[in-house]
């Protein structure tokens, strides 16, 4: 079962494309696509590169050096599409507290030096195998993923520290780039050094089936229906008022 | 070899603090009872006593370097315990505020903005304080004030104050008090 080309092999990379598909279709339908329109053009993205690049692979006519072009290429669109996402979730966390929006700012710009930097050093760590193009890919795919699960991870800690409420949508979105960001970053690594050696097949089960998670991940958060507000906009109660304005007072003898 | 340990190494601590948060995230959003509760009262004066530059010059001038250094030190013990005091203030003060913004009366939603803005920035004053005063525990004979992190409180506790008179009025609030 655990094989390539196996029956769980073809599923878990086809199905996500194709559940993204249909995420895009109803995002559409709900006026979503307006309010996240990079995200929207992302799950397109994903699911068409995906389902091409997953024909190139099947096909039996379609050399080996054209399927990494094709995934390389698609590996350089998606670090930017990806980027575009990101920076569309900040925005939106961002959009409800102006007075953090320079905070926030310079916190990217500091998080983004270091990563890039470290980046490059991981980018310069690799064992380059015969064909350049594969080495390309992993380095690539390894450096970048560092930099994106470095800046998700930055703004998730961001947030939690200034107790910012996210959206419900917006939320789902960054949790689902967060998990894949974080796999990445191990299934780069490992891949780069070539540490499964001929049992690699097992990493893309892996990775694959934690993209399976993540798009119903954003299916659940994007498309389900938050239950009846959590929070109480109800008045504070009069005795933790009371105590409220005694410790006030307090302040300001 | 050993950059792929360290990168999967980091790659499962990225992706406990990712799912914890997101557990703490949603935990938060269905605790929301008794949050004023949550407030710890702060000695506003001793706090800017402990602040205040004058007192830490007069130290200088009267102590030997070495005893300057040790009370300095632990002036920026308490200062820092004050500053962690006023942040997590803020944070629940976020919170409240947060609660009260989806208050269909205008006038309670504004006041609702408002406290949620000062205690954003309370927050991240008391996050650079603290990180200024860390910083001086290194360096105890370094300059620093801390004048922007009792000023916001301040501003924050009027916000607050308004915030609750505007959602019970029934309930009588001293005013008088800030004036």
Not at chain 1, 145 to 167: E, K, P
């Amino acid at each position: 079962m655990l094989q390539p080309h196996s029956l769980l092999w073809h599923y878990l990379w086809v199905a996500p494309n194709v559940l993204l598909v249909v995420l895009a279709f109803l995002m559409r339908r709900r006026g979503l696509h307006r309010e996240f329109p990079a995200f929207f053009c992302y799950a397109i993205f994903e699911a068409v590169g995906g389902i091409a690049i997953y024909a190139i692979d099947v096909s039996p006519s379609i050399s080996g050096p054209v399927y990494w072009w094709s995934y390389f290429v698609f590996l350089v669109v998606e670090v930017f599409v990806k980027f575009i996402v990101i920076g569309e979730v900040f925005t939106h966390l961002l959009r409800q507290y102006p007075p953090l929006g320079r905070t926030a700012k310079a916190l990217v710009s500091a998080v983004g030096i270091v990563l890039v930097f470290a980046a490059t050093i991981v980018a310069t760590h690799a064992n380059p195998t015969t064909f350049w193009l594969i080495s390309a890919t992993r380095i690539l795919g390894r450096s970048v993923s560092v930099v994106q699960c470095g800046l998700i991870l930055s703004l998730l800690i961001f947030a939690a520290h200034f107790h910012l409420r996210w959206d419900r949508s917006v939320f789902g979105i960054v949790l689902g780039l967060g998990i894949v960001a974080g796999v990445y970053v191990a299934y780069w690594a490992l891949m780069t050094e070539w540490l499964f050696g001929q049992r690699t097949y097992l990493l893309d089960f892996l990775n694959m089936a934690t993209y399976h998670l993540c798009v119903l991940i954003w299916f659940y958060y994007l498309l389900v229906p938050q239950k009846s507000a959590t929070t109480s906009a109800a008045p504070l109660p009069e005795n933790n008022l009371d105590i409220w304005n005694r410790e006030l007072e307090r302040l300001l003898q | 070899m050993n950059l792929a340990i360290v990168l999967v190494i980091a790659a499962v601590l990225a992706l406990s603090i990712i799912l914890r948060l997101a557990v703490t995230q949603s935990l938060q959003a269905k605790r929301s009872a008794n949050l004023a509760g949550a407030i710890r009262p702060i000695d506003i004066e001793a706090f800017r006593n402990l602040i205040n530059p004058a007192e830490d010059e007069y130290l200088r001038r009267r102590l030997p370097p070495a005893q300057f250094r040790l009370v300095r030190r632990e002036r920026l013990r308490a200062m820092a315990v004050y500053a962690q005091a006023a942040g997590r203030n803020a944070a629940v003060l976020v919170r409240v505020g947060e609660a009260a913004l989806a208050s269909g009366d205008p006038r309670v939603a504004e006041a609702a903005h408002q406290l949620v803005s000062d205690a954003l920035l309370l927050r991240r004053n008391t996050t650079v304080a603290l990180a200024r005063i860390y910083l001086a525990l290194a360096w105890p004979n370094s300059r620093f004030a801390a004048v922007r992190v009792v000023d916001r409180y301040e501003q924050v506790s009027g916000t607050a104050m308004l915030l609750g008179r505007l959602q019970n009025p029934a309930v009588p609030v001293r005013l008088s008090a800030l004036s």
